[in-house]
């Protein structure tokens, strides 16, 4: 396989993760996002907390976009302009911006793939609200 050909499918792999992480019954599941999670995972959300992994794996299904209490109408991230780039092997970087119940943010997140692993877990995620009106 070429090395643009590698990339390519190194990003499609980590858009593919990206999106099952906003499927609400992904978010649902504790084991089906764990797969999907780095073990060392840290998040800055819109809002500015920081969360670890465990942390995010406890509160995942009731956050915006689970379908939990927080989300109580089942509604769903609505991703856009997509992309990504291998910034070194076994590392993507993606960027993004969602809608979500008409606040937009952009979006950034690192996925690794470890040299023992076969898949691609999020590593590092940040979102920045979009102020209104942009």
Partial sequence: MSPISQENTDVNA????ELQLMDPAVRAS???AA???DPEFVEVGASG???TYEEMIAALPELDGGGGEGDG???RFEPSGMGGAVLAPGIVHLTYETVFDGRRARRSSLWR???NETSWRMYYHQATPVPAGE
């Fill in 14 to 17: 980590a858009i593919d993760a």
């Fill in 30 to 32: 504790r084991s089906l």
């Fill in 35 to 37: 797969r999907l999670l």
């Fill in 49 to 51: 907390r920081r969360w």
């Fill in 73 to 75: 109408d089942g509604s």
């Fill in 113 to 115: 793939r470890r040299s």
